[in-house]
């Protein structure tokens, strides 16, 4: 591979990672991957997740708080996330959104929360992590609704939603962001989604520590492994894995803004 890869979504704070992160880290390198961002769950833990990115130039994480958690600690109001926007380290708002498989917390709570998100990204011009199980409808139509309301960008993280979801999204401008799953032989349907969507929409992440891809199914998942959906994904598209790399990176900078270039390490440098 010449071409440097975006992990766009893992959680290098979570304990999993805690033993031997700079490990974990130089693996990522070794692998291809030339940039990582650590994704916040929950506000009360965010600390975490932006020391882990004060680690190096090259991860940079967000800030939300995930449905799951919506009960504890979901959000009425943006002004939380706004206020801490600001922080260079900070490049997205999430992971937010609808969770109807484990039930974690109330709907009713997790749509509210998600909503504060959405307002979250319209006011600072940062992109939403959306995660959906489960809840594709109310998924689409609480960011269609919202988007009526005022733009804003955003990717469906670790994809494994319908079609048709799929197509909605990138209707109002999402990405498409491909995990672990697509290399999955159970996932026909999802690789066929991700088939119909636009070289220039999708991305990779490995939502580490789960989800390890094929070959590496079973284990604890880390960034390094992002280079096996890449294949995957080369593979679904028709396309060279050189090809996937450069365009899910060139992607992910054209959302992920505030992401500077210049931090992105290219596999030829070596470690
Ligand atoms: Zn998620
Ligand atoms: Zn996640």
């Known amino acids: 591979m010449n071409v440097a890869l975006v992990d ?3 959680h290098l704070d979570y304990p999993q990672f805690s033993e031997d992160l700079s490990g974990t880290i ?4 070794n692998a291809g991957v030339g940039m990582m961002v650590s994704i916040g769950v ?10 882990v990115a004060a680690k190096a130039d090259h991860i940079y994480c967000t800030i939300g708080v995930h449905p799951h958690e919506a009960g504890e600690e979901g959000l009425s109001s943006p002004d939380r996330l706004i206020e801490m926007a600001s922080d260079p380290k900070i490049i997205g708002i999430g992971e937010s959104g609808l969770d109807y498989y484990y039930d974690n917390a109330p709907r009713e709570a997790q749509r509210e929360s998600f909503r504060a998100h959405i307002a ?4 600072t011009g ?10 594709d409808d109310d998924t689409m139509d609480i960011l269609e609704e919202e988007y009526e309301k005022g733009p804003f960008t ?3 993280h670790c994809f494994s939603s319908s079609a048709a979801l799929a197509q909605r999204a990138l209707k109002i401008g999402f990405y498409i ?11 026909r349907e999802i690789q066929a989604a991700v088939a119909d969507v636009p070289l220039d929409r999708l991305l990779v992440e490995t939502d580490a520590p789960y989800l390890a891809p094929v070959p590496k199914r079973g284990k604890p998942n880390e960034p390094a492994y992002v280079a096996h959906t890449a294949a995957k994904l080369a593979q679904i598209k028709g396309v060279s894995p050189d090809e996937i790399a450069r365009a ?9 803004i505030k992401a500077d270039r210049k931090h992105l390490l290219s596999p030829e440098a070596g470690v």
């Open 177 to 187: 962001s491909c995990s672990g799953i697509i290399t999955f032989n159970s996932a």
């Open 8 to 10: 766009s979504h893992c």
């Open 154 to 156: 955003g990717v469906i």
């Open 120 to 123: 979250a990204c319209r006011e």
């Open 26 to 29: 130089a693996r990522a390198r």
């Open 248 to 256: 899910t990176t060139n992607n992910f900078f054209a959302l992920f």
């Open 42 to 51: 929950k506000l009360s833990t965010f600390e975490n997740v932006r020391a």
């Open 126 to 135: 940062l992109p939403l992590i959306v995660h959906t199980r489960n809840a």
